[in-house]
Antibody, heavy 118, light 109 residues
Framework: QVQLQESGPGLVKPSETLSLTCTVS????????WNWIRQPPGKRLEWIGYIYFSGTTNYNPSLGSRVSISLDMSRNQFSLKLSSVTAADTALYYC????????????WGQGSMVVVSP | ESVLTQSPATLSLSPGDRATLSCRAS??????LAWYQQKPGQAPRLLIY???NRATGIPARFSASGSGTDFTLTISSLEPEDFAVYFCQQRRGWPPVYTFGQGTKLEIK
């Protein structure tokens, strides 16, 4: 059974960079797409982007150039960086797996709450 | 941008009842539509993929149908553990962008 676990600071100051890491266990990193998804309080889920095991990335155009996803296969981890954050980036951040780009998100982490506040 | 709209926002039913949840897309969707269940403090759980296929381990009381712009998730006889939030999800374009409905909360009446 694949398990994903998010980790990172729960509080980030405005204009700074949000950084989260997802640790994957119980499955192979290879051949899958590794995603970040967020849910602001009271709002719908928003897909942030993915990284393929080869390093290819695809980001939601709505986030522009603020987002970057990287991976460290030696540690079975992938990471999210979101720069120049504002209060609108306050959300529950999930990591999730796509076995292929045409498939659904089959495994998710439990989520990590990040609050943007001075 | 194609938007997914779910209805109703909240559905109040009793165990044993039949639940019917709707997901409507503002633009035609391919067969790629998924449904998930979300409980407080838990990871979302995949229920349905490709509009009508149950994911591994999902009980037969969960079924789904639809095509084009209108999709439905049905729970034939509600169990106590089924009370949760349900949301739908689509893939659009290439490279793909994934979007979600706003969710339907299924609560105990």
């Amino acid at each position: 059974q694949v398990q994903l676990q998010e980790s990172g600071p729960g509080l980030v100051k405005p204009s700074e960079t949000l950084s989260l890491t997802c640790t994957v266990s119980g499955g192979s990193f290879t051949g899958n797409y590794w995603n970040w998804i967020r849910q602001p309080p009271g709002k719908r889920l928003e897909w942030i982007g993915y990284i393929y095991f080869s390093g290819t990335t695809n980001y939601n155009p709505s986030l522009g150039s603020r987002v970057s996803i990287s991976l460290d296969m030696s540690r079975n981890q992938f990471s999210l960086k979101l720069s120049s954050v504002t209060a609108a980036d306050t959300a529950l951040y999930y990591c999730a797996r796509l076995p292929s780009r045409e498939s659904p998100f089959d495994f998710w982490g439990q989520g990590s709450m990040v609050v943007v506040s001075p | 941008e194609s938007v997914l709209t779910q209805s109703p926002a909240t559905l109040s039913l009793s165990p044993g009842d039949r639940a019917t949840l709707s997901c409507r897309a503002s633009e035609r969707v391919t067969s790629y539509l998924a449904w998930y269940q979300q409980k407080p403090g838990q990871a979302p759980r995949l229920l349905i993929y490709d509009a009508s296929n149950r994911a591994t381990g999902i009980p037969a009381r969960f079924s789904a149908s639809g095509s084009g712009t209108d999709f439905t998730l049905t729970i034939s006889s509600l169990e106590p553990e089924d009370f949760a939030v349900y949301f739908c999800q689509q893939r659009r374009g290439w490279p793909p962008v994934y979007t979600f409905g706003q969710g339907t909360k299924l609560e105990i009446k």
